[in-house]
């Protein structure tokens, strides 16, 4: 297609980039001759330095044989000027940016019909990235009162590996919400069907009615309840460290946690490894052990090891090997820092444990009698 922009800048820049690339036949027209001159160089537009609301310049853009024209000018009543003057002399279908939601009965009477309102665009993106942090991208439809938004399947949630009809059939789930695409972690997309398989870590782009839009997220993020995590979180408040942290903190950890099943003499790290997570041990034993094969400690169900290379970030220093089977929740970095810099207060209070918990550690390695805790790993 041949489409005309008026306006070079952020925004008509990008446009007329995309457009290029999609093979399309594109020309620029800005007042600015370096704004020419650099989309000239950097994408290689044709481009028209002088004023596109001038009917003598928008003339020498080729408006007359274009079909499109779009207006993303920097002023409203310069993209309506813009719009008016095609209306006139070309039949090229005209959209342009709407700044001021006043001029929306100008444009229509100048025979706009296709209106990209900026500012409800950016308001409603934002709001329901606040709403709804799990909405990894939205886009408002029909003037707001749907939304176009994409969900990345979580592994814990109910809803993965169900079918997009099985989804649908739910009690709960909103019957003005439609499943448009699935796009997998390399970023190729399918057009799904009642059978295609919802699958975990890919994304979803779907539409909702607004109203219908927190169902929606509801049903598609629900985990199922874990009857581990009481007990769990019951021993994460036994963990020094951990002691700033609210109930619903602790739970919240515990519900993050995975749990892993080891056989006798299955290592659970090594030396050196990086320390991404933690672990409590749930049943059995695990043993760490230090320089020379020397054992360094075994810990018991209740117990905890591997929290110093996960909170200073140091390798790990000890190897941990499990001493019968056994079964591990793993708490990662990731969760750990989403419970704990959510709430600043806390971060600080773990910071202070965390400092006299290694001054004591320093002390006893300096210290000529037999070290005790589990601190030594």
């Given at each position: 297609m041949k489409v005309v922009i008026a306006g070079g800048g952020r925004v008509g820049g990008a446009l007329a980039a995309r457009l290029v690339n999609e093979q399309h036949q594109v020309t620029v027209v800005d007042r600015d001759a370096a704004t020419c001159h650099r989309l000239f160089e950097d994408i290689g537009v044709v481009t028209v330095c002088g004023d596109a609301t001038d009917p003598r310049v928008l003339?020498?853009?080729?408006?007359?044989?274009?079909?499109?024209?779009?207006?993303?000018?920097?002023?409203?009543?310069?993209?309506?000027?813009?719009?008016?003057?095609?209306?006139?002399?070309?039949?090229?279908?005209?959209?342009?940016?709407?700044?001021?939601?006043?001029?929306?009965?100008?444009?229509?009477?100048?025979?706009?019909?296709?209106?990209?309102?900026?500012?409800?665009?950016?308001?409603?993106?934002?709001?329901?990235?606040?709403?709804?942090?799990?909405?990894?991208?939205?886009?408002?439809?029909?003037?707001?009162?749907?939304?176009?938004?994409?969900?990345?399947?979580?592994?814990?949630?109910?809803?993965?590996?169900?079918?997009?009809?099985?989804?649908?059939?739910?009690?709960?789930?909103?019957?003005?919400?439609?499943?448009?695409?699935?796009?997998?972690?390399?970023?190729?997309?399918?057009?799904?069907?009642?059978?295609?398989?919802?699958r975990a870590g890919h994304t979803l782009i779907l539409v909702a009615r607004r109203a219908e839009l927190a169902r929606a997220v509801e049903c598609l993020t629900l985990e199922p309840q874990n009857t581990l995590d009481a007990p769990l979180a019951d021993m994460l408040r036994r963990v020094d460290f951990l002691a700033p942290l609210g109930t619903e903190e602790v739970l919240k950890l515990a519900h993050g946690a995975e749990y892993l099943r080891k056989e006798a003499g299955e290592p659970i790290f090594k030396k050196g490894d990086a320390g991404e997570t933690f672990f409590v041990v749930v049943s059995g034993q695990v043993n760490l052990v230090g320089e020379g094969n020397k054992l360094v400690e075994v810990v018991k169900p209740g117990g905890f090891f591997?929290?110093?290379?996960?909170?200073?970030?140091?390798?790990?220093?000890?190897?941990?090997?499990?001493?019968?089977?056994?079964?591990?929740?793993?708490?990662?970095?990731?969760?750990?820092?989403?419970?704990?810099?959510?709430?600043?207060?806390?971060?600080?209070?773990?910071?202070?444990?965390?400092?006299?918990?290694?001054?004591?550690?320093?002390?006893?390695?300096?210290?000529?009698?037999?070290?005790?805790?589990?601190?030594?790993?």
């Open positions: 003339e020498s853009t080729g408006i007359i044989n274009a079909d499109i024209a779009a207006g993303v000018l920097a002023r409203d009543s310069e993209n309506l000027a813009f719009a008016t003057l095609v209306r006139a002399v070309s039949p090229a279908r005209v959209m342009v940016r709407m700044l001021d939601s006043r001029y929306r009965e100008a444009y229509r009477l100048s025979g706009v019909g296709e209106l990209v309102e900026e500012a409800e665009v950016v308001v409603t993106k934002m709001a329901t990235a606040i709403d709804f942090p799990q909405v990894a991208g939205s886009l408002p439809l029909a003037a707001g009162d749907a939304i176009l938004f994409e969900l990345k399947v979580n592994t814990r949630a109910v809803v993965a590996g169900r079918t997009v009809a099985q989804v649908r059939a739910q009690a709960d789930f909103p019957r003005e919400c439609v499943f448009i695409g699935m796009v997998d972690p390399e970023g190729r997309i399918t057009l799904p069907d009642g059978n295609t398989v919802l591997g929290e110093l290379a996960l909170l200073t970030g140091e390798p790990r220093a000890t190897h941990a090997t499990a001493a019968s089977v056994c079964e591990l929740a793993s708490v990662g970095r990731e969760d750990f820092r989403g419970v704990v810099m959510a709430n600043p207060v806390i971060a600080l209070e773990m910071s202070r444990i965390l400092g006299q918990r290694l001054s004591r550690m320093s002390q006893e390695e300096l210290a000529p009698r037999k070290r005790k805790g589990l601190f030594g790993r």
